[in-house]
């Protein structure tokens, strides 16, 4: 009945984990969600940080935490290497965004990496580096090649993001990021224009430096040779299997079978904040089933946004919920005018025809849906 596992039953499970009999090498990966909204702290978290529910969490995670690190290094025998990193940060209202995944400033983008383990000299390095170099580093452990891994020196590298939630779900436009540390700490964001910041002095990115020369080439690059969607172009590889498709749709980031439609004229995410509150009341709702009190937000939200693929499929799936058919039937086709290939319009819109039991439209692609 809780929206996730806490820090101490996910750490309980690894322990049991830890506590079977290896028969050789032991890889264990532990995936901590409580810094996670809804930020709702257990004690005596919750009363050491009244006003701060999201610190509140971290604390929580932090000494559950400790009590996994202690187990491990005891299970291992003293030959335990270590990665501890987070997938994102919290917007926690910088720059309008709440949470993540909407924006690419450094308050969701730059994550705490911690590695001990053998060969790893104690320190802390400034440098940028991506997560992607905990794999490498895994294969390094593993005897299994030392390139990128993290036990060696840093190398310059720019170091690459993306925030695409907002494009998949909403047709705004795709975001990319880039930055390094070779002329001083710059950060570069691609999204319908270029944006540039001097992190080393303007840590809140507030000062656009990209009309300048400030912004080193070395970073615009970057940014133009990322595989950016553009108009004309498939919005996912033509090489993704169902499988594939099953796998990313669980995790809930993308839509298993949406294709947005890549447009010129799409709106940047950062102009686009002040809808973020609405569009995460309507996402609650949703989850509720409260699809009366949707409906007036989601107008809201396609009065400020008429081409929002996500606002108008979940409109009309909200109309059809409480028996509204005609209108559903016509936000069914302004979804499909605006996404022609989109599986999930597909898909609710025959369940919408199911419910009124029109099988001849409907079955033929919930089958294959199946």
Known sequence: DAAERDARATTDVALAELATPATGPRFLWVHYNDPHAPYVPAEPWKSRYPKAPYLAEVAAMDAELGRLVQAFRQAAGGQAGIIVVADHGEGLGEHGEAQHGHLLYQSTMHVPLAVAGPGV???????????????????????????????????????????????????WQPQVMAVDAVDGLKKAILSGRVEGYDLSSDAAERADIAAGPALPNRLRNALYDYPVPVPGQSAEPSSLGADDRQKLASLGYVSGGATPVIRKDAPRAIDMVGLLPTIEQISGLFVAGRYAQAVPLLQKVRAADPRNLDATLRLATAFSALGRGA?????????????PESGDVKVYRALHQAKGRDWAAALPVLEQAA
């Open 121 to 171: 000299t104690a320190g802390v390095e400034d440098a940028p580096v991506s997560t992607r170099r905990v794999f490498h580093t895994l294969l390094d452990w593993a005897g299994l090649g030392a390139d990128h891994s993290l036990r060696a020196a840093a190398g310059a590298e720019v170091v690459l993001g993306e925030a695409m939630k907002p494009f998949l779900e909403y047709g």
């Open 327 to 339: 209108e559903a039937e016509a936000l069914f086709d302004a979804a499909a005018a605006l996404a």
